[in-house]
């Protein structure tokens, strides 16, 4: 059964600090794993993905996610943290054979603060 | 520019009051896809529409339906709303083909009185 963890509800970051955020999957193959952010009120914007080659993927809004096959892992970075990043961030796993649905994690909130 | 677009992005009605939601898409996408999201919860998928075929989950309730006239268009219709439907409904899209990348609408917070 395909799965997503991300095991931080919260997490409170200052201002121009870096952020890492976690993300973990069960799946039997290689998916396909995707980042979004959510503000409050808004619908869902993809940050980032992952279907193959090479594990370090660059997003927008200055945002990097590393797949980690022996860690099962997909964990999204950002160097230096905005006041506007504060937001719902979802990582999301989809199967790659055929037509599949996205499976999300529970979400982990960021806080910013001064 | 491309996009989801989801009307109203607020919309009230009342305990039992039929409603419906509509989501237009500018991609050419052949997948729309309705979620509901309660607070501090993940969207959970309702049903999609891959093309004209329309594929239920197995637990969504018989009170939420869809129609989908034609490629751009998708609504949601809510027979007779509860309290416990009060949540952000969205939209999204997908080519449903390859790297199967969805692209979601702003969403239409939807209270129920």
């Known amino acids: 059964a395909q799965s997503v963890t991300q095991p931080d509800i919260h997490i409170t970051v200052s201002e121009g600090a870096s952020l890492e955020l976690r993300c973990n999957y069960s799946y039997g193959a290689t998916p396909y794993l995707f980042w979004y952010v959510q503000s409050p009120g808004q619908g869902l914007q993809l940050l980032l993905k992952y279907f193959s080659g090479d594990t370090l993927v660059q997003g927008i809004k200055g945002f990097e996610a590393e797949f980690k096959r022996s860690q099962s892992s997909f964990n999204l970075r950002k160097p230096s943290v905005h006041w506007s990043d504060a937001a719902e961030y979802f990582c999301a796993l989809q199967g790659d054979t055929g037509f599949q649905k996205l499976v999300f994690g529970t979400g982990t909130r960021l806080l910013v603060s001064p | 520019d491309a996009m989801v677009i989801q009307n109203p992005r607020y919309q009230v009605t009342q305990f039992g009051k039929p409603v419906t939601l509509s989501c237009s898409q500018t991609l050419n996408h052949n997948v729309m896809y309705w979620y509901q999201q309660k607070s501090s919860q993940a969207p959970k998928l309702l049903f999609h529409y891959y093309d004209k075929d329309f594929n239920n989950e197995a637990d969504t309730p018989d009170n939420f339906q869809s129609r989908r006239p034609n490629t751009s268009f998708c609504f949601l219709d809510i027979r007779s709303p509860g309290l416990g439907d009060a949540a952000m409904y969205l939209c999204?899209?997908?080519?449903?083909?390859?790297?199967?990348?969805?692209?979601f609408g702003p969403g239409t917070r939807l209270t129920v009185l």
């Open positions: 999204a899209t997908s080519t449903g083909t390859g790297m199967n990348t969805q692209y």
